[in-house]
């Protein structure tokens, strides 16, 4: 029991930096997104090798994993992470990143489809609600007029919640997996990133505060989140886990209003309120409460 509620503890953590990643993202300022992409991985790829290479021959044999694994967490973590800062850089940040964390009540959708869970009616309204708050979020409550400038930065967010809800069931078939292994995806994505930025961006200096930004975000809400969530989800109590996810739209939107990156609204507040409500659906109903 104590094992598990500290590896329910590491999956906490992992959310809680993840309630990091926007308003750290918008603090890379004028830096392009695939640039930000790859140096961002980057960090995360190299300290993962370096944790390997501490640990001798067993740190290197945990990088070891299927090529179907390998493929779809760099697949998932690249497509993810690109249309992420994408959105954060081409929309409203709290819009656009509450529109991305739709995810968890994606997984609910996904789960039935596409992992042969049966879905209880209380999940399915759970996830038409987000579906509201996200209509909320990028009308205002003043029907369709959406300002057409902030569109693909709109659709880039709700792409974000597609894949990460996508991967997320699929990855369930890979969980004898090492959570290590996550540091070669790493290396993709950061490959891919340079690859992309390479072709599309003109590359910019960091100064030194987006340097200081760029470690922080490797280290943390792209890094070591991912070796937390691993392991909270595979050794924690999975429906605490689940519910606690919800922390982070409320926990990131609080971060960029009190750090000054975005204006509060009314409408943030309803659509928190919707998103909360709509995870509390899914989770109870899941357990037949």
Request: charged content about 5%; aromatic content about 8%.
């Given at each position: 029991?104590?094992?598990?509620?500290?590896?329910?503890?590491?999956?906490?953590?992992?959310?809680?930096?993840?309630?990091?990643?926007?308003?750290?993202?918008?603090?890379?300022?004028?830096?392009?997104?695939?640039?930000?992409?790859?140096?961002?991985?980057?960090?995360?790829?190299?300290?993962?090798?370096?944790r390997a290479g501490l640990h001798g021959r067993r740190g290197w044999r945990e990088l070891r994993q299927p090529l179907p694994a390998l493929a779809l967490s760099t697949l998932a973590l690249f497509g993810y992470h690109a249309l992420y800062f994408i959105a954060l850089k081409r929309a409203p940040a709290v819009e656009a990143n509450l529109l991305n964390y739709l995810w968890p009540l994606l997984i609910v959708v996904?789960?039935?489809?596409?992992?042969?869970?049966?879905?209880?009616?209380?999940?399915?309204?759970?996830?038409?609600?987000?579906?509201?708050?996200?209509?909320?979020?990028?009308?205002?409550?003043?029907?369709?007029?959406?300002?057409?400038?902030?569109?693909?930065?709109?659709l880039a967010a709700l792409s974000a919640a597609v894949i990460w809800a996508a991967y997320s069931v699929l990855n369930r078939r890979f969980a004898d997996v090492p959570s290590a292994a996550i540091t070669v995806a790493c290396a993709g994505v950061a490959l891919l990133g340079a690859a992309?930025?390479?072709?599309?961006?003109?590359?910019?200096?960091?100064?030194?505060?987006?340097?200081?930004?760029?470690?922080?975000m490797g280290l943390?809400?792209?890094?070591?989140?991912?070796?937390?969530?691993?392991?909270?989800?595979?050794?924690?109590?999975?429906?605490?886990?689940?519910?606690?996810?919800?922390?982070?739209?409320?926990?990131s939107t609080l971060l960029l209003v009190a750090s000054g990156r975005a204006q509060a609204h009314w409408m943030q507040a309803v659509a928190i309120a919707l998103l909360l409500a709509g995870a509390w659906l899914s989770v109870h109903s899941r357990h037949g409460r």
């Open positions: 029991m104590a094992s598990q509620r500290t590896a329910t503890l590491t999956g906490l953590a992992a959310i809680l930096l993840w309630a990091s990643l926007a308003v750290l993202t918008t603090a890379t300022g004028n830096l392009p997104p695939f640039q930000v992409l790859a140096i961002g991985f980057g960090i995360a790829a190299t300290a993962g090798f370096l996904f789960a039935g489809l596409l992992g042969g869970v049966a879905v209880r009616a209380g999940q399915w309204i759970g996830t038409l609600l987000g579906l509201v708050a996200a209509m909320l979020l990028v009308t205002r409550g003043q029907g369709l007029q959406v300002d057409p400038a902030h569109v693909p930065g709109y992309a930025h390479l072709l599309f961006e003109t590359t910019l200096v960091p100064s030194g505060t987006q340097w200081l930004v760029l470690a922080l943390g809400p792209v890094g070591a989140a991912f070796w937390l969530w691993d392991h909270g989800t595979k050794h924690g109590d999975i429906a605490l886990l689940g519910s606690l996810s919800y922390l982070a739209p409320l926990l």
